[in-house]
């Protein structure tokens, strides 16, 4: 039972560059989210998805983009890198209804540098 | 606009000791509460929640949670604290009417049990 997982674990990246973060999740569930943590900061919200072909954004979207062309994958880009990208991105999932209310699912994380 | 703040960034408690992590929450609606907790290099983990009913909740590993309304917080607890309970803790927060269902997080507390 794989759960959320997330690839790459890892990535070093060069100012400017491009590159995608992959989000899977075989819990069948609605909603996606894409956070990035870092320190002292908690975790915020960049953009999540409430089902197939939907996206929104979420408190910091701003050089990120999503799609969620498959029920079960939430994709994350970037354009172009800034070192200010630097972070964990936790991708995240839940049910839309079924008494289950809230509780997020995340996977392990993905962390990027960006030089 | 939802918002968590957890005042303190650091706790240290001894093993067999009680202890407590603060959370205090702002919504325009009513709230649901939640505590995550993430270990280190790891993705977060839903720890318990509060959505209606009684005040106090109870959740994994012997932790819980009481819920104030009038004092707006939902502090984490545990009767006898242990050197594995040492991670970094989350509090959440969802208006109950809020589409998408996205948590805000506060920045997180880093519980230590010393032995």
């Known amino acids: 039972n794989a759960g959320v997982t997330q690839t790459p674990k890892f990535r070093v990246l060069k100012t400017g560059q491009s590159m995608t973060l992959l989000c899977a999740q075989d819990m069948n569930h609605e909603y996606m989210y894409w956070y990035r943590q870092d320190p002292g900061m908690g975790l915020r919200l960049i953009h999540y998805s409430v089902g197939e072909g939907t996206t929104a954004k979420g408190e910091v979207p701003d050089g990120y983009n999503v799609s969620r062309l498959k029920k079960q994958n939430f994709l994350l880009g970037l354009e172009s890198a800034a070192p200010s990208q630097t972070s964990v991105y936790f991708c995240?999932?839940?049910?839309?209804?079924?008494?289950?209310?809230?509780?997020?699912?995340f996977g392990e994380g993905s962390r990027l540098t960006v030089l | 606009a939802q918002s968590v703040a957890q005042p303190e960034d650091q706790v240290n408690v001894a093993e067999g000791n009680p202890l407590t992590v603060k959370c205090t929450y702002s919504?325009?609606?009513?709230?649901?509460l939640f505590w995550y907790v993430q270990y280190p290099n790891r993705g977060l983990q839903f720890l318990l929640k509060y959505i209606t009913g009684d005040n106090l909740v109870k959740g994994s590993y012997g932790f819980e949670a009481e819920f104030n309304k009038s004092q707006t917080s939902f502090h984490l607890k545990k009767p006898s604290a242990l050197v594995s309970d040492s991670a970094l803790y989350f509090c959440?927060?969802?208006?109950?009417?809020?589409?998408?269902?996205?948590?805000?997080f506060g920045s997180g507390t880093q519980l230590t049990v010393l032995p």
């Open positions: 959440a927060v969802r208006d109950v009417n809020r589409r998408g269902r996205q948590l805000t």
């Open positions: 995240a999932s839940t049910w839309e209804t079924g008494g289950r209310t809230g509780e997020l699912f």
């Open positions: 919504v325009s609606g009513n709230p649901y």
